[in-house]
């Protein structure tokens, strides 16, 4: 009895000995492989911090092949970045390279800071991020190619704009709104983009809108409502006043860029750079002006007056100017920006006078700012991205 139980005693020794012994193996094993992708990671040049995201690396020939080399046949557009081209993998699948150049208004960090958060954010109304390539002084982003280009392709040209009809354009404006609801408040991580505008809406071969550009993102800690940067980068006309002037943001910031692009979809108007001829008003003091006379809807763009539902035409203006209220505790989140759209029956507040109601310079349309300060001297530089 006593030579049983022994046997019993030494099986279960060995039988916790060979189990322990196969864990620490397995470690041992986990941990020298993440060294030897580490030391990978290390040798191609690549930033710390990406050894954490599951996304695809490819190397610089890989890439050369998929865009032509890089030829200007292959461009897409470019601006203050690099350039964009298209190019098609060795899979078939049709893609965007967005090329880092080596003066580039978008730098290592806000390069990181796009990898990091388009990898972890997924979304229908958000673009997809392929892969990113980093070699040498290479820094590339490869994207979802969407063949339509992006939202201002279509709606500040003349003869483009007939082809949005008013229920494509209201579906867009939907689509927009479901990603910065996602952003805000759905994903694990709340995001405040910094940058919303029509041309970093793009569009697939669907006409969905998909929000782009997340190299001047950030992401909100705990409870936290608002932060400030001494840092001020964005886009002049879709900047918020408390961004723009104290270097003050928040997800109510992307509300008022929003508001903008509301009005600018339904108007087909930039609001940079309007001009009317009985005043100097940018297109959210012209929308206000309407609005407050009554006149709402001749804001609207003529290439849709055939279409458009004249009830929903003036929620939408009356929703644009309520998320571009100069004070960010008076616009609406986003969550409710999606309700008032949604619903014909909700009732709306009527809005307060918008922030940067007259045009304060002469100055382009769609103006790049990057403004930072120092101790001794302000320096404010401004590059012009064309569409891409």
């Not at 509300?255 to 100097?280: C, M």
């Amino acid at each position: 009895m006593k030579s049983r139980d022994s046997f019993r005693s030494l099986s279960k020794k060995l039988v916790t000995i060979t189990v322990a012994s196969a864990i620490s193996g397995l470690l041992i094993v986990g941990m020298a492989l993440s060294i030897i992708w580490k030391r990978r990671m290390k040798s191609r040049g690549l930033p710390s911090g990406m050894d954490d995201i599951d996304l695809p690396l490819y190397d610089f020939a890989t890439v050369a092949v998929a865009t032509n080399h890089f030829s200007q046949t292959n461009k897409l557009g470019a601006g203050g970045f690099g350039s964009v081209y298209k190019g098609t993998l060795s899979t078939g699948q049709e893609v965007a390279v967005k090329r880092l150049s080596k003066n580039s208004g978008q730098g290592p960090d806000e390069f990181m800071n796009e990898v990091l958060l388009i990898a972890r954010l997924q979304h229908r109304n958000l673009v997809g991020l392929v892969g990113c390539c980093v070699e040498g002084e290479e820094r590339m982003l490869i994207y979802e190619y969407m063949p339509n280009k992006s939202l201002d392709y279509f709606i500040f040209d003349h003869d483009r704009s007939s082809s949005l009809a008013w229920k494509r354009r209201f579906d867009i404006v939907l689509g927009i709104t479901r990603g910065l609801l996602y952003l805000h408040q759905d994903s694990k991580l709340q995001v405040v983009h910094r940058d919303l505008k029509t041309s970093n809406i793009l569009l697939d071969a669907d006409m969905n809108p998909k929000i782009s550009d997340f190299g001047l993102a950030r992401i909100f800690q705990g409870d936290g409502t608002e932060a400030e940067t001494r840092r001020i980068v964005g886009t002049y006309g879709y900047m918020s006043p408390e961004y723009a002037f104290d270097g003050k943001f928040s997800v109510k910031s992307d509300v008022f860029s929003f508001g903008v692009l509301l009005l600018e979809i339904v108007s087909g108007k930039r609001n940079r750079g309007f001009q009317h001829p009985d005043h100097h008003h940018t297109l959210l003091g012209h929308a206000w002006m309407l609005w407050s006379e009554g006149r709402a809807t001749e804001l609207i763009d003529e290439s849709v007056c055939a279409s458009f539902v004249e009830s929903q035409a003036e929620r939408c203006i009356q929703v644009g100017l309520l998320c571009a209220q100069k004070f960010p505790k008076d616009r609406p989140m986003m969550s409710s920006v999606v309700f008032m759209l949604a619903n014909e029956g909700a009732s709306l507040p009527p809005p307060k006078e918008p922030g940067f109601f007259v045009e304060r310079s002469s100055g382009s349309s769609d103006a790049y700012l990057v403004k930072e300060e120092s101790n001794t001297k302000n320096v404010v530089t401004i590059t012009l991205p064309k569409g891409r």
